[in-house]
């Protein structure tokens, strides 16, 4: 159980156009989702929160008008990278926490998606 | 001074030795104690969790739990090629005090044949 979908897993795009990235909670419902970048060889860096139904939460530094970020449903978040740049080409993975065995406060994450910008 | 504190490694070992992981951490509000694994490329993958102290165990994995000294061990028996990954722990408090998750820089592990 508690298995979380992500794609695309990979995604290339010229300068200038948005690419938006889908987080599925498949077999669990997904209260608040979370959205990470990675850099190679790097540890994970959040970027934002998300709780169904309301505005995402933004972490210092990070551009909510570049990501944006959309949790409409308990099983479905998104995250928009808009107007994307070559210095924005890095993996982002999404996160989910649901209700996993009496409520434990643990993440599934998704498979990642590798965004290349040209 | 970070709250989960992680040796990066890289960490190499032959196969089918016995492999420990450690995290400190400084935030005695934690309960949840969570190990991933990583592979290049791809998302973390929820090895096992632990709720407050203890010892799990899990096939070849053992997770343990300190907290009165504030460390946590993920062990691997008969280590295999196929764990060569980045090792990542995490740390939680409960759901009700909010959503945060504390990560490790991770343990970058190779076993070698």
């Known amino acids: 159980g508690a298995v979380v979908s992500q794609h695309p897993s990979w995604v290339i795009c010229k300068s200038g156009t948005s690419v938006k990235i889908e987080c599925r909670s498949l077999?669990?419902?997904?209260?608040?989702m979370f959205w990470y970048r990675q850099f190679p060889k790097q540890s994970l860096m959040l970027m934002a929160t998300s709780n169904e139904g309301s505005k995402a939460t933004y972490e210092q530094g990070v551009e909510k008008d570049k990501f944006l970020i959309n949790h409409a449903s308990l099983t479905l978040s998104t995250l928009t990278v808009t107007s994307a740049h070559p210095e924005d080409s890095s993996f982002y993975i999404c996160?989910?926490?649901?209700?996993?065995?009496?409520?434990?406060?643990?993440?599934?994450f998704g498979a990642g998606s590798r965004l290349t910008v040209l | 001074q970070k709250e989960v504190e992680q040796d990066p490694g890289p960490l190499s070992v032959p196969e089918g030795a016995i492999v420990s992981l450690n995290c400190t951490y400084s935030n005695s509000a934690f309960q949840y104690f969570m190990w991933y694994r990583q592979y290049s490329r791809k998302g973390p993958e929820l090895l096992m969790y632990t709720y407050s102290s203890g010892n799990k165990e899990d096939g070849r994995f053992t997770a343990q739990v300190d907290k009165s000294s504030k460390y946590i061990s993920l062990f691997i028996r008969d280590s295999q090629p196929s764990d060569s990954a980045t090792y990542l722990c995490?740390?939680?408090?409960?759901?009700?005090?909010?959503?945060?998750?504390?990560f490790g820089t991770g343990t970058s592990l190779t076993v070698i044949p």
């Open positions: 077999d669990f419902q997904a209260t608040t």
């Open positions: 996160s989910a926490r649901g209700v996993r065995q009496r409520g434990a406060n643990v993440l599934t």
């Open positions: 995490a740390m939680s408090a409960t759901r009700n005090t909010g959503n945060q998750f504390y």
